[in-house]
């Protein structure tokens, strides 16, 4: 099973930028296709974006398309989100997860696959 590390959160002002990474270990990090979800306080988890094996194919959900960028570099084990022009409704624990199939489920029950502990992000109004 794949072990995932998500780093890079923190508090930025509205309008800045942040670059997430989730580092992998324990297994082969090109045969999994990767992905992140975020959940705020009091609401269900719900996905950002999606990469596949080799990182030809990207999906975004609508609330972040052409402000976030997904990306990955299989020689280091990593995924990274590219955040730019942040919101307070950005504000959420971004979560990274590995999964097999692309693309895959991105329902807010999604269990499948492996995930990390999360990373907080805070944007400031």
């Known amino acids: 099973q794949v072990q995932l590390v998500e780093s890079g959160g923190g508090l930025v002002q509205a309008g800045g930028s942040l670059r997430l990474s989730c580092s992998a270990s324990g297994h082969t990090f090109s045969s999994y296709a990767m992905g992140w979800f975020r959940q705020a306080p009091g609401k269900e988890r719900e996905f950002v974006a999606a990469?596949?094996?080799?990182?030809?194919?990207?999906l975004y959900a609508e609330s972040v398309k052409g402000r976030f960028a997904i990306s990955r570099d299989n020689a280091k084990k990593t995924v990274y989100l590219q955040m730019n022009s942040l919101k307070p409704e950005d504000t959420a624990v971004y979560y990274c997860?590995?999964?097999?199939?692309?693309?895959?489920?991105?329902?807010?029950?999604?269990?499948?696959?492996?995930w990390g502990r999360g990373t907080q992000v805070t944007v400031s109004s």
């Open positions: 990469i596949s094996w080799g990182g030809g194919s990207t």
């Open positions: 997860t590995a999964q097999d199939d692309y693309p895959f489920p991105i329902g807010p029950k999604t269990d499948s696959g492996a």
